[in-house]
Nanobody, 127 residues
């Protein structure tokens, strides 16, 4: 497990963009796949996006495809979720998660498979 810290959340108008960051002080973070999950008030946590350890594979929920992108900068031990054309329904607490994987593994979409979690960052989109 590694410590994860999210940042970049905020209050924005529909149609705006935000970039979330997920950072770790541990160099082992480079050996981890990273994912973003979100949880809206009164709803279950849901998968948003994930990136493989190598950065070569990304996965997205259907609800964010074409609007969100994910990347990572291993030199900075940071993964990013770029969120464009935000909608009111994107309002949620966004959580970063990671898990150690082999280099060629797909990142995966199941929350139970991730063993390191951040505290979450609030994203609120208003119309």
């Amino acid at each position: 497990q590694v410590e994860l810290v999210e940042s970049g959340g905020g209050l924005v108008h529909a149609g705006a963009s935000l970039r979330l960051s997920c950072s770790s002080p541990r160099s082992k973070f480079s050996e981890h796949a990273v994912a973003w999950f979100r949880q809206a008030a009164g709803q279950e946590r849901e998968f948003v996006s994930a990136i493989s350890r190598s950065g070569g594979q990304t996965l997205f929920a259907d609800s964010v495809k074409g609007r969100f992108t994910m990347s990572r900068d291993k030199a900075k031990n940071t993964a990013y979720l770029q969120m464009n054309i935000l909608k009111v329904e994107d309002t949620a607490v966004y959580f970063c998660a990671s898990k150690r994987t082999i280099l060629t593994a797909s990142p995966g979409v199941q929350a139970a498979a991730y063993d390191s979690w951040g505290q979450g960052t609030q994203v609120t989109v208003f119309s």
